[in-house]
């Protein structure tokens, strides 16, 4: 049977990746596997457990809602929630018995009010990303001994930062290494056993000096690459990929058009196939006459608008006689010789791979598997 949005995630190739990574560190540092977002649209439950059996020591989300999915998944470990969490939030957090991010001691305060029991608090210095942190040291050091201060019920766990140019500008991110530098240094006075952390998935494969204790590895954990270009170049592995099928095959005369707008108009006698994905399903309009399907081991180009519910590929004036409806269509991973990689799909949107994982929704039927066995039970984004 067909199904008219499918991720196949290869948990195996997580495995893999995680140790592939994990190749980089020295021994002794930790690895966190970021599995916010969904885990960039392969799920978080799935890609968690994958990355936890294949050797990373804790998890990362962005909000106190992906905590508490994991926990309610029956997931123990350490999970950080890295972004901020709301007063509203809090209470969330906490069940979850996630730690916590800190720059504020207003944040704090609150926190320890509401703790019930030791809460784990890593205090961000804003080095150059220029968004959640402070960029005062100073402040970011009362921060820490409000967290130290006896009663408060909370503990100093770690000291981070947000590398904003590990993917394209060394020298920046060299720049804000030596700034958290001396942070590092200054908390480790008061705590010797904090945990420093400031690698991204793109600092961890370029940068060892940003390894610290920890690294923080997301959009590699999958298999793509960090640095936006071939996940080949760094050993990894894609997890995911994205089909759907052909729902009809119809004539184009030349001078007919396909889809809203009319911006295709068939300049000579060609076949259109249907295939029933769209934006609603991750498919951005950008990708409009501007991305490739791959049927039956060939490759087609996209035409007309990208809708909400189907695109529209066209097959060329002598109809493929190995195309047919029912025929499988992969927008993102391998048929036959060719590939189209996530990569390739940002490239074509002039983004990221980020963006392109992220915008698969719930709609896309997410199966799993290892390797070659067959997909296992069906779960949604």
Known sequence: MSLRALARVNLAAIERNVSTLRAHLAPGIRFCAVVKANASGHGAVAA???????????????????????????????????????AEELPIALQARAEMVAWDEDFVAALSRQATGPVELHVKLDTGMGRLGTRRVAEALRVAESVL????????????????????????????????????????????????????????????????????????????????????????EPALELSTYVAAIKPAAAGESVGYGRRFIAERDTWIATLPIGYA????????????????????????????????????????????????????????????????????????????????????????????????????G
């Open 48 to 86: 968690s457990r994958a990355a936890l059996a294949a050797g990373a020591d804790c998890l990362a989300v962005a909000t106190a809602l992906e905590a508490a999915e994991l926990r309610a998944a029956g997931l123990t470990g350490p999970v950080l929630i890295l972004g901020a969490v709301s």
């Open 149 to 236: 201060a006896p009663g408060s019920g909370l503990r100093l766990a770690g000291a981070m930062t947000h590398l904003a140019t590990a993917d394209d500008d060394p020298e920046f991110m060299r720049a804000q290494l030596g700034l958290f530098d001396p942070f590092v240094a200054e908390l480790r006075r008061r705590q010797p056993t904090l945990v420093a952390h400031a690698a991204n998935s793109a600092a961890t494969v370029t940068e060892s000096r940003s390894h610290y204790d920890m690294v923080r590895c997301g959009i590699a954990l999958h298999g793509c690459d960090p640095l936006n270009d071939a996940p080949e170049r760094h050993g990894l």
């Open 281 to 380: 399903d991750g498919i951005r309009r950008s990708l409009s006459g501007n991305c490739d399907v791959l049927i039956a081991g060939q490759r087609f180009p996209l035409v007309g608008t990208v809708s909400m519910d189907n695109v529209t590929a066209e097959l060329g004036p002598g109809l493929p006689p190995d195309v047919a409806p029912g025929s499988s269509a992969v927008l993102i991973g391998r048929d036959g010789a060719e590939r189209q990689t996530v990569e390739d799909l940002a490239r074509r949107m002039g983004s990221i791979p980020h963006e392109v994982l992220c915008g698969l929704s719930a709609r896309v039927v997410r199966r799993y598997h290892h390797d070659g066995e067959p997909a296992g039970q069906d779960g949604q």
